[in-house]
Structures are given as C-alpha cells and as structure tokens.
C-alpha cells in the first residue's frame, strides 16, 4: 500500500483548497484552514492521491483515526476504501472516521453489518442565514442588537472595526496573552492548542487564504475573529471568535462587524460546533440556527471484512 503521509504545512493550503471544494459538505472542515488551526492537537498528516484526492491521517491518544476523502463524489467509495486497506492492512487495526459529513455518509451507503455508523451530536456545526446576522432583525434576535446597541452608545467614538493583516500579528498575540490570562488554569486542554494554533496561523497568514477582522477600542485590539470562504456553498466559515468578555455587546458586534466586512453577500454562516457545551449551545442556539451540518463516526466492525 503506497500511501505517503507527511504533515499538514501552511504551504499545503492554498495549494489543496480546491479538493475539499470537489463534493457537498457543510462542515467546518470542508475548507483546509480548520485541519492547519488543529494540525498538532490531532497531529494531522496527509497523503496525496494521484491529484485527486487528498486522503488524511490523524491520532489522539495514539489512536490513529482518519477523515472522509477530499474528492469528487464519484471517487468517494474509491479512496474510502483504499484508506480502510490501508488500516488494515499497514496499520492492522479496523478504520476509524471522525466527523464524517452527512453528505459522504449518505453517499458510501455503508453496509451496517461491517462498519457502525454513529451521529456524533455534540459535534453538530450550526449554521445560520448570513443576511440575518448582518442586520440582526427580527424579534428573534432583539436581543443581540439590543446589546451591540448598547456597545455602540457607550463606545461612541471610541471603537473602530479594521481588517487584519499580517502587520497586526502582535497585536493579536498580545490580546491572546490576556485572554488566555484571564481563562487561569482550570480550562479544557484544547483551548492551548487551540492558541498555539492561531499563532501558526498568524505566523504564515501571507500564505493563507483568511480572512480576519477586529474592533479597538481607544486604540486597543479588544476583539478579533478568524474566517475562510466555502465557494461551494457560498458559506463563511467562523473559526476562531474572542473578544473581551467584559464589554457588554462586543461579541455581538465582532460577529456582526466582520461578516459585514468580509463577507457582505454570502448566504450561509457556519459557526461551528458547541463540542457539548452547555454554555457554548446556548450561545449558539441564541443566534437562531437554521439548520446543522451534522456529523458522523464511522468505524469498521472487523479489519479485513470491507
């Protein structure tokens, strides 16, 4: 089995963006950015497949696991299965898939006698109406224009939104120092990867194709937000959103701000999942989903019986 897997790198991006855009998929990881935000949380590798295709390996725990292929929907069951040989027979273990999207699932047809297929619900990436969350109207969101109003009166004059670039990178570092500060040590262990991430990305977002915003306030960065653009579906996609939790309204007008800026006509917001949250699916069920890109686990029964 010939399959070569190196590392994710900044220069793999842009270079095969244009795979994860070859079938459906709504999922935050139907665009490269999230695999380089979380490439050392799941030491990301990948493989690529006669310009075709690019086929994934990752591992948590040591546990190696993969994704669904980066292709065409008519090559899908021709890659899926050239990764379930190679589990079993490079690997000798039974192929394992994370966040498999609803589209590939629903298109491989697995028999479910050899391979358990498995909502993972808490890993649901909610998505919204874009031009709803530009201009927050309606009764169902008065109340998040009620508190971006309330910022915008009591900063009057004191708040600008200005697109970031590569030149602001210290000014990000700096906001994610205190935010990270104010976090302390009793956190989820992905938020440190999570920040060493972001920094991989500041440090390489020439190379990048992102798009970033932030809000200063009397001239400090108080807000920033990371986002990339699925052509496919005409979807903007949230990777990363802080902003200083004191402020009443920032967050609402960081969210607002930016997909006004950056992305003034796309149709569709994907904000990601709440990765079972309490607190985190109540904030983005506030914002009135309109539906979910869900996700699946898809494990093989026995290796050898494909």
């Known amino acids: 089995m010939d399959l070569k897997f190196r590392p994710v790198e900044a220069k793999d991006i842009d270079r095969l963006e244009p ?28 493989a690529v497949e006669e310009d075709r295709a690019v086929l994934w390996l990752m591992s948590v725990d040591g546990e190696p696991y993969t994704a669904m292929p980066a292709c065409r929907e008519e090559d899908l069951a021709h890659y899926f299965y050239k990764m379930v040989h190679y589990f079993n027979e490079e690997l000798k273990k039974p192929l394992k898939i994370y966040l ?103 440090k390489n977002c020439s190379s990048l194709s992102i798009r970033m915003g932030g809000i200063y306030i009397d001239g400090n960065l108080e807000a920033f937000t990371i986002g990339s653009y699925n052509a496919r579906e005409d979807m903007a996609i949230i990777h990363i959103e802080k902003a200083n939790p004191e402020i009443r309204g920032l967050y609402q007008f960081i969210n607002q701000q930016f997909l006004i800026h950056e992305f003034a006509d796309t149709s569709l917001v994907n904000r990601e999942d709440d990765l079972g949250l309490e607190g985190l699916r109540k904030a983005k069920l506030s914002y009135n989903p309109i539906g979910y890109a869900r996700k699946y686990q898809v494990i093989q029964r026995q290796a050898g019986v494909v």
């Open 19 to 46: 795979f994860v855009g070859l079938r459906p998929n709504k999922t935050c990881d139907s665009v490269m950015l999230d695999s380089f935000l979380w490439k050392d949380y799941y030491n990301v590798r990948i």
């Open 100 to 202: 498999a999207d609803e589209e590939a699932v629903r298109a491989l047809a697995l028999d479910p006698e050899k391979y358990q297929v498995t909502e993972q619900e808490d890993l649901k990436d909610y998505l919204y109406d874009g031009e709803a969350l530009r201009t927050l109207a309606g009764k169902k969101l008065h109340k998040k224009k009620n508190h971006l109003n309330a910022f915008v009166k009591e900063y009057k004059g004191r708040y600008e939104y200005r697109k970031l670039c590569c030149p602001d990178r210290q000014d990000v570092w700096r906001f994610l120092d205190l935010w990270r500060e104010q976090k302390g040590d009793n956190v989820e262990e992905h938020l440190d990867y999570e920040v060493k991430g972001i920094h991989e990305i500041l």
